[in-house]
């Protein structure tokens, strides 16, 4: 069932259908008998087919909607990450022996913070534990951050520097980030320590959208996750971040007894490209070219298989020059160089790397 007719369709429909079995042809007018009971039946039916069509999506995990995919997950016991508060340290500066309560409050670009355990500042100084009352992406404090006492207190001075950060401040994970983990989970079954049940764990953690997973030596695991933000700028995850995911995989209810695992944050190797020749020579088809060598400089990734279907873990300078072209450029020469400024005609990605557009210049 890909379309629904509509209700003037199904009321000529039963009209048709009304004349069939009577031999009679209905009367045009709006009011007559049959024609009324067929608009009526038409709405009726209507909603039935819709009704219908929402049941047969919630059959398939790629279609069904939010309440339906959580009672497929648990059948694979799987739930949807929640949000995350951030939780971290921030270092205050004072007078010796004033204290700084529990519950006392900080603040950042509106977004405010709760003194987990009383402290006493010794020395000028002291270590605050520190949560955040909301939690999301918005909340996320790094190190060096600064942060703002809500409530001018004696002895204390306005300004704290955040110093550590154990957990980062997270969106609850997108629906469709949900979806994928549970497509995932149908289509590779657990095996005991495969490099796909790491992937599905490191998926579990809040913030991570993709993840690749290795084994350097007998006994030993890396794994390298990604961000789920937006932005491929910000895809490496912080220290913050990897050292949560490392916990998460080294619980001995998920990795083998026999693995040591390592979260790793990926290397981004940087290349440059240089275009000769090139027509049109205007702004908007450099415009154009830059962005799609950018986001195929972001798009390679390391071979996680064998056997792999299109791999992208080769950065080639034929294929730079094909999107070039296809970006609108009808003539193009296209020169791949390396982090050493060293003209190359391909490079393929190690497990721990990746690839970035570093300069693109115009010859």
């Given at each position: 069932?890909?379309?629904?007719?509509?209700?003037?369709?199904i009321?000529?429909?039963?009209?048709?259908d009304?004349?069939?079995?009577?031999?009679?042809?209905?009367?045009?007018?709006?009011?007559?008998v049959?024609?009324?009971?067929?608009?009526?039946?038409?709405?009726?039916?209507?909603?039935?087919?819709?009704?219908?069509?929402?049941?047969?999506?919630?059959?398939?995990?790629?279609?069904?909607?939010?309440?339906?995919?959580?009672?497929?997950?648990?059948?694979?016991?799987?739930?949807?990450?929640?949000?995350?508060?951030?939780?971290?340290?921030?270092?205050?500066?004072?007078?010796?022996?004033t204290?700084?309560?529990?519950?006392?409050?900080?603040?950042?670009?509106?977004?405010?913070?709760?003194?987990?355990?009383?402290?006493?500042?010794?020395?000028?100084?002291?270590?605050?534990?520190?949560?955040?009352?909301?939690?999301?992406?918005?909340?996320?404090?790094?190190?060096?951050?600064?942060?703002s006492?809500?409530?001018?207190?004696?002895?204390?001075?306005?300004?704290?520097t955040?110093?550590?950060?154990?957990?980062?401040?997270?969106?609850?994970?997108?629906?469709?980030?949900?979806?994928?983990?549970?497509?995932?989970?149908?289509?590779?079954?657990?095996?005991?320590?495969?490099?796909?049940?790491?992937?599905?764990?490191?998926?579990?953690?809040?913030?991570?959208?993709?993840?690749?997973?290795?084994r350097?030596?007998p006994?030993?695991?890396?794994?390298?996750?990604?961000?789920?933000?937006?932005?491929?700028?910000?895809?490496?995850?912080?220290?913050?971040?990897?050292?949560?995911?490392?916990?998460?995989?080294?619980?001995?209810?998920?990795?083998?007894?026999?693995?040591?695992?390592?979260?790793?944050?990926?290397?981004?190797?940087?290349?440059?490209?240089?275009?000769?020749?090139?027509?049109?020579?205007?702004?908007?088809?450099?415009?154009?070219?830059?962005?799609?060598?950018?986001?195929?400089?972001?798009?390679?990734?390391?071979?996680?298989?064998d056997?792999?279907?299109?791999?992208?873990?080769?950065?080639?300078?034929?294929?730079?020059?094909?999107?070039?072209?296809?970006?609108?450029?009808?003539?193009?020469?296209?020169?791949?160089?390396?982090?050493?400024?060293?003209?190359?005609?391909?490079y393929?990605?190690?497990?721990?790397?990746?690839?970035?557009?570093?300069?693109?210049?115009?010859?």
């Amino acid at each position: 069932m890909k379309t629904i007719p509509t209700i003037a369709e199904i009321r000529d429909q039963i009209l048709a259908d009304i004349e069939i079995a009577t031999g009679q042809t209905t009367p045009v007018l709006p009011k007559a008998v049959w024609r009324v009971l067929a608009t009526a039946l038409g709405g009726a039916l209507h909603l039935l087919y819709r009704f219908g069509l929402w049941l047969y999506k919630q059959i398939f995990t790629l279609s069904m909607d939010d309440d339906a995919i959580a009672t497929r997950a648990a059948e694979y016991g799987l739930s949807r990450t929640p949000a995350a508060k951030w939780i971290g340290t921030a270092t205050a500066t004072g007078d010796d022996d004033t204290v700084i309560s529990a519950g006392e409050l900080w603040q950042k670009d509106g977004n405010v913070y709760q003194v987990l355990t009383a402290v006493t500042i010794t020395g000028g100084t002291a270590t605050m534990d520190l949560k955040s009352l909301e939690t999301g992406d918005a909340v996320d404090l790094t190190v060096s951050d600064i942060i703002s006492i809500v409530s001018p207190k004696a002895g204390v001075d306005k300004d704290a520097t955040v110093a550590s950060v154990t957990q980062s401040g997270e969106d609850a994970e997108a629906l469709e980030n949900f979806r994928s983990r549970i497509l995932s989970r149908q289509q590779n079954q657990p095996q005991g320590g495969a490099a796909t049940d790491y992937i599905k764990w490191t998926l579990e953690v809040a913030g991570i959208s993709e993840a690749y997973a290795f084994r350097p030596t007998p006994g030993f695991v890396n794994v390298y996750p990604l961000t789920d933000d937006a932005d491929p700028t910000n895809r490496i995850p912080s220290s913050a971040k990897l050292t949560e995911v490392e916990n998460y995989l080294s619980d001995t209810k998920r990795r083998p007894l026999n693995a040591t695992v390592s979260a790793l944050a990926f290397s981004e190797l940087d290349f440059d490209v240089d275009i000769a020749n090139l027509s049109p020579n205007d702004a908007d088809t450099k415009a154009a070219i830059e962005t799609v060598i950018k986001n195929y400089m972001y798009a390679r990734r390391p071979e996680q298989y064998d056997d792999e279907v299109n791999p992208k873990n080769v950065i080639s300078a034929g294929e730079v020059t094909s999107i070039a072209i296809g970006a609108g450029a009808t003539v193009a020469t296209v020169t791949l160089k390396n982090a050493g400024g060293t003209p190359i005609t391909s490079y393929t990605l190690q497990d721990s790397e990746l690839a970035i557009l570093r300069t693109l210049t115009w010859v």
